[in-house]
């Protein structure tokens, strides 16, 4: 079974903290996704990878980084933690193809207080 | 801003009858897919279509896809309370590498 695992199921961090969370996959794809989910405006694209240290911004990166060092692993990275990301943060990866489904994590439920 | 705008927002049904979902999108794309979502869980592949295709069946599932309109529907034929979850449409899109989005989803509620 392909596996998606999130670091941390629940996280709680202080504004102005750096944050990391990280996502590892076990099926060798290429493409790794980072979302967050807010109530009532679905699942949002902040990041996504299709290599290797090549990353392209999807529709709300701003206070985000990201890093893919790795293949298996690719690391969400808030900068200086603030109140308005606190959400449901979620990975997924992908092989890429017509064909093919992504794989999601459980979850990372980050509260910045 | 998203891609996929799924409609209904909520949906609430008796056992056995039909559930339909439909999605909006924007952007041509290369396919699109549905993911179902169980309370606040990781979500999971339901099916997918490619953008040459006008509808696939899998199980008591059923989609459309309407380039032209750039919409897609999902049919659940006699809904479960099992099927209770939030459904989520999906697109993809080739740019660099493939671009995965989201739309807002819609929360099935199946009554006993």
């Known amino acids: 079974d392909v596996k998606v695992t999130q670091s941390s199921r629940y996280l709680v961090k202080r504004t102005g903290e750096k944050v990391f969370l990280e996502c590892v996959q076990d099926?060798?794809?290429?493409?790794m996704f980072w979302y967050r989910q807010d109530p009532g405006l679905g699942l949002r694209l902040i990041y996504f990878?299709?290599?290797?240290?090549?990353?392209e911004k999807g529709d709300i990166p701003e206070g985000y980084s990201v890093s893919r060092e790795k293949k298996e692993r690719f690391s969400l990275i808030l900068e200086s933690a603030s109140t308005n990301q606190t959400s449901m943060y979620l990975c997924a990866s992908y092989s890429g193809g017509q064909r093919t489904e992504a794989f999601f994590g459980q979850g990372t439920r980050l509260t910045v207080v | 801003s998203q891609q996929g705008e799924e409609d209904p927002q909520a949906l609430s049904i008796q056992e056995g009858e039909n559930a339909t979902m439909n999605c909006s999108y924007k952007?041509?794309?290369?396919?699109l897919q549905w993911y179902r979502q169980n309370s606040g869980r990781g979500l999971v592949h339901l099916i997918l279509?490619?953008?040459?295709?006008r509808e696939k069946h899998s199980g008591r599932l059923r989609v459309t896809l309407d380039t032209s309109k750039k919409s897609s529907s999902l049919l659940i034929t006699a809904s479960r309370a099992a099927d209770t979850a939030s459904y989520f449409c999906a697109t993809l899109l080739k740019s660099s590498g493939d671009k995965l989005t989201f739309g807002t989803g819609t929360r099935l509620a199946v009554r006993p």
């Open positions: 990878s299709y290599d290797v240290k090549m990353k």
């Open positions: 952007t041509s794309i290369n396919n």
């Open positions: 279509i490619r953008s040459n295709e």
């Open positions: 099926m060798d794809h290429e493409n």
